[in-house]
């Protein structure tokens, strides 16, 4: 059950519902952000007169299209591509492209809704949009995902720009197909424009810790959480969904600072190693030879792998769910409040259910919402277009000081509005009006768009 909305929202929130039927993502991610506004509606009266939380939840853009490609045996395949262009008050439209078989429309507005407010929080010129495709890159050649790529970027192209809208890469979507689109981007429209696409290789316009920063930043704003409450990362035994780009550089930061990871996952299962998880075999794994996690336990001594294990039953103090949506429900989230668990950071897009987010919150565990906790990517995005402005390229130590400076700041202003609206400690209550206040007073100044 979801707690009750003042009459005034809960009319905003039925009228979501009704205008974007069956997108049972987006509905979740809108209500979960409605649930912090009433106080914000108290204090700025102007915002409601001016209805700025009705236009934020409409989209100002949403395009479909369809991708039509060829695949090795020749066979014509037709996928369905998204690019909702969501809220662009603060800056250009600004969020991934995913490649996967679960991507509809409902998944991309949910997603382009967060990181409207997760752009905003990164205090970067930056708005908010998400795109894809119902693709799945798993098991096709180099060959077909090039053809597939270069068809998605046909279409697309017409409606990017560094000062229009600049993707980046999700699930599904790595170096090699960014640079498949680039490269058709490039073909179609006769400029390097670099700053269009985000995630680029080091020789080719991106920006060292891009690949990182997801991660790396998830762990920073952990850390953050820990210290206000006198802790640290130091001896922490840690879990983390996934083992794709935004896990691989979790696990790696944590043990940096001095955590250890003891499992990890696929869609598959779940390996354990106690020992703690050898980061550079799961890198060589998963980003060098693609192959299942399963894997990693016939080739470390001591690891055991549990086909369609529960990674959360395994006993932990600190989990970042790093993989997808909703992977955290309440009866996990009671699990590992009951075996220890003192903090939650999330690594991907929305990973913990409203039950779940209830658990952790009535547990007073350190909960870091994926808003705040998963902004280090786009803001390492933002970045690395500051660095194809200025054709410039920045060391790997001062980018990554920056991205620590950015998390840390998304720390200290979220946990500042948490206070102020009366909810301490509620980074949830904190990034959700952190991040509608920073886009609502900016459509205002901007008139009636």
């Known amino acids: 059950m979801h707690p009750p909305l003042p009459e005034n929202v809960e009319a905003i929130f039925q009228q979501v519902r009704a205008r974007n039927a069956g997108e049972d993502e987006f509905h979740q991610a809108v209500r979960e952000v409605l649930e912090s506004l009433a106080p ?13 939380i009705e236009r934020i939840c409409e989209p100002e853009r949403q395009i479909i299209f369809r991708v039509p490609w060829q695949d090795d045996r020749g066979e014509v395949h037709i996928n369905r591509g998204f690019r909702v262009e969501f809220n662009s008050a603060l800056g250009p439209y600004k969020g991934g492209l995913r490649f996967h078989p679960s991507v509809y429309l409902g998944i991309v507005k949910f997603l382009g809704f967060e990181q409207v407010f997760k752009n905003a929080l990164t205090g970067m010129p930056i708005g908010g949009g998400k795109g894809g495709a119902d693709f799945d890159p798993k098991g096709r050649s180099d060959a077909e995902i090039m053809r597939f790529c270069q068809s998605f970027m046909t279409e697309l192209h017409r409606h990017l720009g560094e000062h229009t809208d600049v993707p980046a890469g999700d699930i599904g979507v790595g170096g090699r197909e960014i640079g498949y689109l680039f490269g058709q981007y490039k073909r179609l429209t006769n400029r390097y424009e670099s700053g269009v696409l985000t995630g680029k290789g080091i020789g080719w316009g991106g920006s060292l810790v891009r690949r990182e920063a997801t991660g790396y930043g998830a762990v920073f704003f952990v850390r953050e959480m820990l210290k206000v409450r006198g802790d640290s990362l130091g001896g922490k035994t840690c879990i983390v969904s996934g083992s794709g780009n935004v896990a691989i550089y979790t696990i790696e930061k944590l043990q940096e600072l001095g955590a250890k990871v003891i499992a990890c996952s696929d869609s598959h299962g779940v390996v354990v190693d106690e020992q703690g998880i050898d980061v550079d075999l799961v890198k060589q794994l998963k980003e060098v030879e693609r192959r299942r996690i399963a894997d990693y336990a016939t080739l470390r001594r001591g690891a055991r792998y549990l086909p369609g294990g529960n990674l959360w039953e395994i006993p932990c103090q600190v989990a970042m769910p790093s993989a997808t949506q909703n992977e955290i429900n309440g009866r996990d989230a009671r699990t590992l409040v009951a075996n220890g668990c003192i ?50 390229s920045w060391t790997f130590e001062f980018t990554e000081r920056k991205l620590d400076a950015i998390m840390t700041d998304i720390h200290a202003s979220t946990w500042a509005t948490a206070e102020e609206f009366g909810s301490p400690g509620n980074y949830v209550v904190g990034a959700n009006i952190t991040g509608f206040i920073r886009v609502a007073k900016a459509m205002l100044a901007l008139g009636l768009i």
């Open 40 to 52: 914000v509606l108290v204090k700025y009266p102007e915002f409601a007169e001016q209805k700025v």
């Open 343 to 392: 903090a939650v950071g999330e690594g991907a897009n929305m990973p913990t259910t409203p039950e779940g987010i209830r658990v952790f919150l009535e547990a007073g565990i350190a909960f870091g919402p994926g808003k705040a906790a998963n902004a280090g990517g786009v803001a390492t995005s933002a970045l690395e277009m500051q660095q194809n402005a200025s054709r410039d």
